[in-house]
């Protein structure tokens, strides 16, 4: 499965938006498909800087999405479509917030909820989440959908920029009236020595030594659920690297009964938010199992609750059905 950043060149709006906006602002005269839009006024080079902004985080709604579009035409806008739910989320969202506010006003990040808002999500056509797209003088633009490490989405935050001063979007905004004061909220508390060494790691792609760290953490003390969740996290990330969906989709469609082959695809099912259809390929194949088998698969299912959440509603069905199975 490829997370690469697309180049500059590629960034292209590839969603229809229309639905959600009554007023979709026409092409220039001579403007013809691929080529950069009449820079806005209000983002033009030179141009004075927005007004302040309560925050430069903030959450859309389906009904509320048509003010992240006015202020598209000063400072390109990063969406976010996540859900509670979702492992993978909770990774990429304190990144993409860290590097908003390190960008000081030159970009606004408008986080959406896939549970709730159907409307945008179907619009940006998130068929799997983390889903991120951006917004450039009302243009959607398609970014990347899963967990990138953070090199990876500054990259992307860059070749973001350029297209829109490609466009003429070059403003900055400010946080009632101090740009420093982004997200007006104290900083966090430093992590535990393994955490961060464990964050560490997987900002450089290094999967193996994050998941050591965990296990050292989990090591000193069982009771460390977040080291758990972390761990389970980092273990599917490790199992998606350098696979390619398609052929673990054909291999899975091909192998119904293999159990690894139905692992690798419940992973990508998981990984893309798809949760109860990773559950239920396992749970529907766990009775024609070997004793061995089925230890593998409970122990697979159990590191997915810790991913998933254990009190997500997906977790306490799938985990009444594994205990059903089991005895």
């Given amino acids: 499965m490829s997370n690469v950043p697309p180049s500059a060149a590629s960034l292209r709006g590839a969603v229809d ?12 005269p001579g403007h013809t498909e691929g080529s950069p839009a009449t820079p806005a006024a209000s983002g033009a080079e030179g141009a004075a800087p927005a007004a302040g902004v309560p925050s430069l985080v903030v959450d859309v709604t389906d009904a509320t999405f048509s003010s992240i579009l006015d202020l598209s035409n000063q400072v390109p806008v ?10 993978p989320c909770k990774q990429l969202s ?19 909820d896939a549970d709730t808002n159907p409307q945008l999500t179907q619009a940006f056509q998130a068929q799997s989440i983390p889903t991120v797209a951006a917004v ?26 350029e297209l829109a001063a490609q466009n003429g979007v070059t403003g900055r905004l400010s ?13 966090p508390e430093p992590l535990p020595p393994h955490h961060q060494d464990a964050y560490d790691a997987i900002e450089r792609g290094d999967y193996d030594a994050a998941k050591a760290a965990y296990t050292t953490a989990i090591a000193q003390d069982p009771r460390d659920n977040l080291a758990v969740a972390g761990l389970a996290q ?37 990984s893309g938010g798809h949760v109860t259809d990773a559950f239920d390929r396992i ?8 004793q061995p088998g089925k230890d593998a698969a409970r122990t697979r299912l159990l590191e997915y609750f810790e991913v998933a959440g254990l009190d997500a509603p997906e977790v306490v069905a799938a985990r009444r059905r594994l205990t059903m199975l089991l005895y």
């Avoid at 119904?256 to 692992?263: F, K, R, S, V």
């Fill in 94 to 112: 304190p990144i993409l917030e860290k590097l908003i506010v390190e960008y000081a006003g030159r970009l606004v990040l408008a986080k959406v």
């Fill in 78 to 87: 990063i969406v976010d479509i996540w859900a509670e739910w979702c492992g």
């Fill in 234 to 270: 980092v273990s599917l990330l490790a199992r998606l690297q350098g696979v390619t969906m398609a052929d673990v989709r054909a291999a899975g469609a091909s192998s119904p009964d293999d159990l690894d082959a139905q692992l690798a695809v419940a992973d990508l099912d998981l």
């Fill in 175 to 187: 946080v009632d009236g101090d740009v420093a004061e982004a997200t007006g909220e104290p900083e």
């Fill in 136 to 161: 450039i003088a009302g243009r959607p633009v398609s970014l990347f959908v899963g967990a990138l490490p953070e090199a990876q989405v500054r990259d992307v935050f860059e070749q973001v920029l």
């Fill in 17 to 28: 938006l229309s639905s959600l906006v009554n007023r979709p602002a026409a092409p220039a």
């Fill in 283 to 290: 749970l529907t194949l766990f009775p024609k199992l070997d």
